[in-house]
């Protein structure tokens, strides 16, 4: 019988581009031998780096419709994850539903991008979603919420990204979360290709285009500022309403390679970040360049905008509120040492650091 290996990492499922898989390869990548099991895992859509990585699948991995719709296999999640048995010393799930649901020999530590949207924020997750998965979920929901308070019940550790997620927390398992902020992992210093044929000075929104990222209040929120102009970077459900509704001082590129936001980034006059976020990651993307954000004064915005240092907020995702906060936003003085400085606390060798130092605690438990 083998010895269990000293770390092992498990994650939801590998099928975006998001800040939880920033946060997990920012781990694989800190430690090269640790297997990272998931559910589902399409190259093609995540971030190319996880190709180096030990990834193990979950038996759904083999239908192919839920690696391209992982909603589909929401329904399977639960016992799939459940089946799971890791056996490593320490394993570290990361997770926003599922993977702590995950069987361990060892100590298991939860690093928590929110509880399960889908239980506890079911309006919000399902806006645009069809009468069927609604009506479906809502049968569904009282089974899994005493399955994901169970899994919960499990942690030996729990970390959260912010302030709001650690009293989401708080309020769906009675669990006290230490914060640890993930990686913005972002260089400021790489190369820079312009996307498109654009002046810099633009406002710049960086966002999937799902109805909680509240883009389309942003693009509405410029045609009252008609002496301005929005970039706007994403893709998603909602690419098609963004586009129709948008003034001609609109832009929409779609997604961009990383060498295209760093220029876009840099080219701008700040960021506009309207979206129900539990940990904002764009402004401290924004900060890492000079830039300043006008952000929504929600979630994870809050630890990561200085009112007044980094940024300005705005109290309501609609198009007067963001149009104002926008006007704000470009009447202050926002020194770039400031911003840049502010950015390197969001660091990945710090979020490492801090991680792997609770790994070691639970590792002298056992």
Not at 17 to 40: D, I, K, N, W, Y
Not at 78 to 97: I, K, N
Not at 193 to 202: H, I, N
């Amino acid at each position: 019988m083998s010895p269990p290996v000293p770390l092992a990492l498990v994650h939801d499922y590998l099928t975006q581009q998001g800040g939880a898989e920033r946060v997990v390869l920012a781990l694989a990548t800190a430690h090269p031998g640790a297997p990272l099991f998931t559910s589902l895992y399409d190259p093609g859509e995540t971030f190319p780096a996880f190709r180096a990585c030990d990834v193990r699948v979950l038996p759904l991995d083999r239908v192919a419709a839920f690696r391209h719709h992982h909603r589909l296999s929401l329904p399977l999640l639960a016992p799939s994850f459940s089946r799971l048995v890791v056996d490593a010393e320490v394993t570290v799930c990361s997770s926003s539903g599922w993977a702590h649901g995950a069987r361990v020999t060892g100590r298991k530590i939860v690093y928590c991008h929110t509880p399960a949207r889908w239980l506890y924020q079911r309006d919000r997750y399902l806006a645009g979603a069809s009468p069927l998965a609604a009506g479906g979920l809502a049968v569904l929901a009282p089974a899994l919420r005493r399955w994901d308070r169970r899994a919960a019940s499990t942690a030996h550790r729990y970390l959260v990204n912010s302030r709001v997620v650690r009293d989401r927390v708080a309020a769906a398992y009675g669990i006290e979360a230490a914060v640890v902020p993930p990686p913005v992992d972002i260089d400021a210093a790489g190369p820079r290709t312009p996307p498109a044929d654009l002046d810099p000075g633009f406002l710049l929104c960086v966002a999937r285009l799902l109805p909680y990222k509240n883009v389309e209040a942003v693009v509405e929120a410029f045609a009252h500022l008609p002496h301005e102009r929005l970039v706007v970077v994403g893709s998603g459900p909602r690419a098609g309403a963004v586009t129709a509704g948008a003034p001609p001082n609109v832009t929409v590129l779609g997604r961009v390679d990383d060498a295209g936001l760093r220029w876009l980034y840099g080219a701008s006059a700040g960021l506009v970040a309207a979206s129900y976020e539990d940990f904002g990651l764009t402004p401290v993307e924004a900060a890492a360049f000079g830039r300043p954000t006008a952000a929504l004064r929600w979630g994870g915005y809050l630890d990561t905008v200085e009112e007044g240092a980094t940024g300005v907020f705005f109290d309501a995702p609609a198009p007067g509120p963001i149009a104002e906060g926008v006007r704000r936003l470009l009447g202050g003085t926002w020194p770039a040492g400031h911003l840049i400085a502010h950015a390197r606390r969001f660091s990945t060798e710090r979020f490492v650091a801090a991680v792997d130092a609770v790994i070691e605690e639970e590792r002298r438990e056992l």
